[in-house]
T-cell receptor, first 113, second 115 residues
């Protein structure tokens, strides 16, 4: 079945450091890939998405490229801020399963000033 | 445009009781999905409704049920509550149930505590 695997956290970085959160997936079809972010006490917010191979999603300085050959969708940001501290979830959605999202386990990011 | 709203935000129930959670999707969205979030199991899909019909269901016992009304508002019900049902229940809405690339927009969740 379909699945998503993320690097384990927590990840602690200093402000302005480079961020990479690894995400790999297993899917039988042609999934769409998403990154969601969850701030403390809140629901999930869509950060970015990519719907086909080689697509790059980007938003608020974050970006991720859909790599079909390595089945990966790693999240990157060149310079993190304290306000980026949150839990990040990688997810996939497969046409064969409608809008059902399958999530990775989440990676907690803590950015120190 | 108003976002997804969920009520109540917090709920405390006793084992054996039942509970009903409500979700109002973004105006114009006809698809509503429910997810359970726990520290141990992470985010798990419960079910999805589109135009009052359940289109997809996750691997949860029959104690978990839901429905959708003609105005797209949705409710989920959990009967005979167990301690393990304590979780954050998230509702998400989307404009389509069949296009995987469509974004899902999440509400703030209902925090259910079972004692």
């Amino acid at each position: 079945g379909n699945s998503v695997t993320q690097m384990e956290g927590p990840v602690t970085l200093s402000e302005e450091a480079f961020l990479t959160i690894n995400c790999t997936y297993t899917a039988t079809g042609y999934p769409s890939l998403f990154w969601y972010v969850q701030y403390p006490g809140e629901g999930l917010q869509l950060l970015l998405k990519a719907t086909k191979a080689d697509d790059k999603g980007s938003n608020k300085g974050f970006e991720a490229t859909y790599r079909k050959e390595t089945t990966s969708f790693h999240l990157e940001k060149g310079s993190v801020q304290v306000s980026d501290s949150a839990v990040y979830f990688c997810a996939l959605s497969d046409y064969n399963q409608g809008g059902k999202l399958i999530f990775g386990q989440g990676t907690e990011l803590s950015v120190k000033p | 445009k108003a976002g997804v709203t969920q009520t109540p935000r917090y709920l405390i129930k006793t084992r054996g009781q039942q509970v009903t959670l409500s979700c109002s999707p973004i105006s114009g969205h006809r698809s509503v999905s429910w997810y359970q979030q726990t520290p141990g199991q992470g985010l798990q899909f419960l079910f999805e409704y589109f135009s009052e019909t359940q289109r997809n269901k996750g691997n949860f016992p029959g104690r978990f049920s839901g429905r959708q009304f003609s105005n797209s508002r949705s409710e989920m019900n959990v009967s005979t509550l167990e301690l393990g049902d304590s979780a954050l229940y998230l509702c998400a809405s989307s404009s389509s149930a069949r296009v995987a690339s469509y974004e899902q927009y999440f509400g703030p969740g209902t925090r259910l505590t079972v004692t």
